[in-house]
């Protein structure tokens, strides 16, 4: 079996063994209706809910991939959000534009923690981590700390609330963002570029292979992919929260990627991991918000213990010091 | 033979530090009437309590090359366990008090034996624990914020003050004093230092790696744990979800005070004076009125900007 596949195994099981808990003890979770031109059901909302992580996960793959990470991703949400609200009820732009001006300073802000990594060499934590901080500062300043109520824009409220082939939109963006991923690393040689800078940088640039416009571009897409999570976010709830959208969503965007079979230390990447990654965690969440145990539903709190067990455990299967210790060749130190 | 001032370089960015610091507080204090009043000193001092001890404890976890990112969910945790303790199973505070701080070294040492044994990444295991710390603190209690005024045995220490330091302000007093002299002097920090430049050097000379690491994360538990305590001091109350993101300014008071991120490089001085930037830049909006909160971000970002590219070229000419 090809390595690609083997990987997806563990994650793919453990999404099997959520929707297993659930056909036991939420049927209705797998119940589908037909109303208003759209399927609704809890399935189709887990997808739906699932996109926003699901995007930034993707761009996340590509920079985890390089041996970096990206921490910035939810603030450059917050920041989209309140960029285009500023954009449609300021200055009273068209929906077009405004998503067009969005998405490049998405992609501008991407491209700053790229150059900051690339060119000036600091490690990704810390350079991204300054736009996490002062991201969220930009995102509140432009809204002047409030909510800012984004109505009356049809065009914008599609992103985030229409249907299209009897579906939430949104699954179709990120059925694209997806597929224009796998093609791009896939299809060309840039997969091979990104995993080789990640596994050996030195080597690679050796090898004449430009690591820093690697580097430089995949903190670029990761910027435009948090983008458009973030235009998601704001057009679903119909407004631009600075404070919230996408608060510790870069957290569960590396979980996805984690949990897919991605090292945090770079080279190998598994796109298709990272995507089910992101559904398994939304599956949890909603799992969670549904299960009743003796009649009761469990609090929403529990939400995060399941996350932080979910995430020892995964690290746990895919912790090769584990295996050697069980297997009986301890290690060193 | 003149003699020369020479600033060693790696000494350089700690000055750094130190001239940011001094410049904000001369800055405020010609601004601001009163900023350096004894009074104001020691309520900075007071009000950054808790963030100055969860930067010790990260201080020791980043010179060893390490990030504890569960620090912030600590310290709610240990906030609202003191005052479940207290209020709803009424015990006293010499029993209460140390449960808590048990309870910090319990959960930085469970990081610390997962990154150790299982060689899995600080990040990961220190984010789980977040997840967990926040997930028991907010599952612990109903109302999500327990109030422990008017406690018979807790408001003596409420009330403490000793030339107007409070006990939050005096316990972050010792609490760095303690940490300056065993990072500089003791085995255990030079094994921190030895670690966080090369782990596998520190391994060959015979050094505890293993015991080493799992006390710095124990240690990170229990300063975090003792923030929590400060907390529920400053405030009077227990809260589930207090100190949120907590873990990104304590980060960035070690990054500003010149401690690498990669490890091995850096001081226990430079995270006080980092924290103290932190600090006046947080009360400066109050004073100014007008100027919003979310200016308080942006300048920390730019802080860690200019701090991180300078120690980044401090870095290049070392190398070169």
Known sequence: MPESLRKLCWPLAALAVLLLFNALLNPEFFSLHFAEGRLTGSLVDVLDRATPVLLLSLGMTLVIATAGVDLSVGAVMAMAGSISAVLLTDFGMPVLPTLLITLLASLAAGAWNGLLVSMLGIQPIVATLILMVAGRGIAQLLTDGQIIPIEGHPGFAYLGGGTLFFLPVTITIALAAALFTAIAVRYTALGLFIESAGENPTASRYAGLNVRAVRLLVYTLSGLFAGVAGLIYASDITAADANNAGLYLELDAILAVVIGGTALSGGRFFLAGSIIGALIIQTLGTTILMTQIGGQSIPAEWNLIVKAIVVLVVCLLQSAALRQILTGKGVRG | ?320
């Open chain 2, 1 to 320: 033979m003149r003699t020369r001032l020479r600033i060693k370089p790696q000494h350089l960015s700690l000055f750094a530090t130190a001239a940011v610091f001094l410049l904000l507080y001369g800055v405020a204090t010609l601004r601001y009437p009163g900023f350096a009043s004894w009074f104001q000193t020691t309520a900075l001092i007071a009000d950054n309590a808790p963030l100055g001890l969860a930067a010790i404890g990260m201080t020791f976890v980043i010179l060893s090359g390490g990030i504890d990112l569960s620090v912030g969910a600590i310290i709610a945790l240990s906030s609202i366990l003191l005052a479940k303790c207290l209020v709803v199973w009424n015990l006293p505070v010499p029993l209460a008090i140390p449960t808590v701080l048990v309870g910090g070294i319990l959960f930085g040492t469970a990081s610390g034996v997962m990154i150790r044994w299982f060689r899995l990444p600080p990040f990961l295991v220190t984010l789980a624990a977040m997840f967990l710390a926040r997930g028991i603190a907010l599952v612990l209690t109903e109302e999500k914020r327990l109030s422990i005024a008017g406690h018979a045995t807790f408001d003596p220490l409420v009330d403490f003050l000793l030339f107007d330091f409070n006990l939050p302000a005096l316990i972050f007093v010792v609490g760095i004093v303690l940490a300056i002299g065993v990072a500089r002097y003791t085995r255990f920090g030079r094994n921190v230092y030895a670690i966080g430049g090369s782990e596998q050097s520190a391994l060959l000379m015979g050094l505890p790696v293993g015991r080493t690491t799992v006390m710095i994360y124990a240690l990170s538990g229990l300063c975090a744990a003792g923030g929590g305590i400060l907390y529920a001091i400053g405030s009077q109350s227990g809260d589930a979800s207090v100190a949120q993101l907590l873990e990104l300014d304590a980060i960035a008071a070690v990054v500003i005070g010149g401690t690498l991120l990669s490890g091995g490089v850096g001081s226990m001085g430079g995270t006080l004076l980092g924290v103290l930037i932190l600090g006046v830049i947080t009360v400066v909006p109050v004073y100014e009125g007008d100027l919003n909160s979310w200016w308080t971000k942006i300048a920390i970002g730019g802080l860690l900007l200019v701090f991180i590219v300078l120690q980044r070229l401090l870095q290049r000419q070392r190398n070169s």
